[in-house]
């Protein structure tokens, strides 16, 4: 693993990303939320499209998770559904490329066993994390030979549904780092310092944090219902 990667071991990630329809939706300002993060001490930056990390990486030399966020008529999967994506992001070569991981099946109806082999094959030297959502698709992308667990879907999909990761002392991260071969990072809602603390002390390899930091109309709407309640 290349000593920008081993950099992440116990330290933040960043996921700095904004849909079309946010406010904040802008490679430029995307660059600049890196930058503000970099100087905040994060160690990696997740993002999502080439556009976004190409403008990233002209901002920080920090490692790049990323992603492209796009929807299929026939999946309900959109982190980085097809080979379509995957080619995209080997345009601007991120350190590591993440992908949904979870039991739903990719467009065209590829299961993930199929496509996860396909992308080793066409890219045997690239870095992969997966985005699961329970700790069995945790395992089964531990076994397929991810790079990086992540635990990104959480509460996310029907077989997550009302799971919170910070329930029972991470109860879910703690059984994925218990059998899990490779690196796991924590992802989801870690929207606290104390949360990203408890993780690493856990034994997770790194953590992504986003929203609470990157997504002010979010941050905005926390301030204002916690006034309102
Ligand atoms: C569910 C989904 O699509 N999650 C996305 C994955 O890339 C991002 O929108 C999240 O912001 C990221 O995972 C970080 O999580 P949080 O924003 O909770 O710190």
Do not use: W
Request: with cysteine; proline share 4%; net charge negative.
């Amino acid at each position: 693993m290349n000593q920008k990667v081993e950099n992440l071991k116990g330290k933040l990630i960043v996921s700095c990303q904004a849909l079309p329809h946010e406010p904040l939706h802008s490679s430029f300002i995307m660059g600049r939320m890196a930058l503000a993060a970099k100087e905040g001490g994060a160690k990696g930056i997740r993002a999502n499209t080439k556009e976004d990390i190409k403008e990233i990486q002209s901002q920080v030399d920090l490692p790049i998770i990323g992603i492209v966020k796009r929807d299929y008529d026939d999946s309900k999967i959109y982190i980085t559904p097809t080979m379509k994506e995957i080619d995209e992001l080997m345009e601007v070569k991120p350190e590591i490329i993440a992908m949904d991981a979870t039991i739903s099946t990719r467009p065209g109806n590829k299961t993930l066993d199929k496509f996860f082999h396909e992308v080793k094959e066409k890219y045997p030297d690239q870095l992969f994390m997966a985005d699961c959502s329970t700790v069995e698709e945790a395992l089964h992308a531990d076994e397929l030979g991810f790079d990086f667990i992540g635990t990104t879907m959480v509460g996310y999909t029907e077989q997550s549904k009302g799971d919170k990761i910070e329930a029972n002392d991470f109860e879910i991260l703690r059984k994925i780092l218990a059998s899990a071969k490779h690196k796991v990072i924590a992802e989801g809602n870690i929207n606290t310092p104390e949360k990203a603390r408890r993780v690493i002390e856990l034994g997770a390899y790194s953590v992504v944090v986003g929203s609470i930091i990157t997504r002010p109309q979010l941050i905005t709407k926390s301030f204002v219902e916690e006034m309102e309640r």
